[in-house]
């Protein structure tokens, strides 16, 4: 199993900034891609920006110029720089893993997806 360990949500004013970081560990694993998606109170959980193993990255139009993702490959870290926030962003903000997972031997167990526990963003008006 893979575990991810995400930090630096909080409550922010309309026009600044908040960085978001994730680190993944567990079982050896090799990460497809990595990224975020958010969640607000009855609505679907959506992407906000996405690294994949080749370096694409995908953003959600609505973060596009405000939001940078970035990976730290040895550290299997994955950070989201958000700034001119407004409150619209506010949301819990949930770190993602596509993973090829690999037991005894090196033997590839499959692929699977693993979640944060998600961290909350608020942005006052």
């Known amino acids: 199993q893979v575990q991810l360990l995400e930090s630096g949500g909080g409550l922010v004013q309309a026009g600044g900034s908040l960085t978001l970081s994730c680190e993944a560990s567990?079982?050896?694993?090799?990460?497809?891609?990595i990224g975020w998606y958010r969640q607000t109170p009855g609505k679907q959980r959506e992407l906000v920006a996405i690294?994949?193993?080749?370096?694409?990255?995908d953003y959600a139009d609505s973060v596009k110029g405000r939001y940078t993702i970035a990976r730290d490959n040895a550290k299997n870290a994955v950070y989201l720089q958000m700034n001119q926030l407004k409150p619209e962003d506010t949301a819990v903000y949930y770190c993602?893993?596509?993973?090829?997972?690999?037991?005894?031997?090196?033997?590839?167990?499959?692929?699977?997806?693993?979640w944060g526990q998600g961290t909350q963003v608020t942005v006052s008006s």
């Open positions: 690294i994949g193993r080749g370096g694409s990255i």
């Open positions: 567990g079982s050896t694993f090799s990460i497809n891609r």
């Open positions: 993602h893993v596509n993973a090829d997972v690999y037991g005894i031997a090196s033997r590839r167990l499959g692929e699977y997806l693993f």
